[in-house]
């Protein structure tokens, strides 16, 4: 594990957010959920605008400096939630087990959780998912995937023993 990239992005969709009418605050949800096991760095708050969002993820990815970038928001069915379509455009592959596993945890907690259009997937070698847009529903998700982060991150760096 020594080598994986685990250097971690969060990147907050929100027009509220982003102009500054409403506080963030799923990006302290992601920093308490990942802990001192993934510095963080980079953290944005953007409106909901794929350009932007794909203007992001491609730096980040491209130039290797995030081996796993968290997005929070912009996953459901509301006409300014446009977050998943922006990831998988510029995503070189999707994780479908990554948000289905996501999905199949909160419905049970909360019904609407089965609106959520959230992706996974690779750019690179770099893992990107996307998380939903309040803070409890990000510790809910972190909580389900954060166990195959780092089996995930030894994969893309190539490190696995049965890789």
Sequence with gaps: ?????AATALIVLSDRA???ERPDRCLEAMREM?????????????????????????????AGSAGL???????????????????????DYEVPGIPEAIRAASVPLIATA???RAVA??????????????????????????PVIPHALELLAGESPDG
């Excluded at 802990?35 to 932007?52: K, N, Q, T, W």
């Excluded at 970038?69 to 995503?91: C, E, F, H, K, N």
């Excluded at 690179?124 to 803070?135: A, C, E, K, Q």
């Design 1 to 5: 594990m020594a080598g994986m990239n």
């Design 18 to 20: 982003a102009s500054g």
């Design 34 to 62: 990942l802990g001192a096991a993934y510095p963080i760095v980079r953290e944005r708050i953007l409106p909901d605008d794929p350009s932007a969002l794909q203007a992001e993820l491609i730096e980040l990815a491209d």
């Design 69 to 91: 970038i968290l997005t929070s928001g912009g996953t459901g069915v509301g006409a300014r939630d446009r977050t998943p379509q922006a990831t998988a455009a510029i995503l």
């Design 114 to 116: 089965m609106l959520s």
């Design 121 to 146: 997937g690779v750019r690179h070698r770099t893992l990107i998912v996307n998380l939903p847009g309040s803070p409890r529903a990000v510790r809910e998700s972190l909580a389900v995937v954060l």
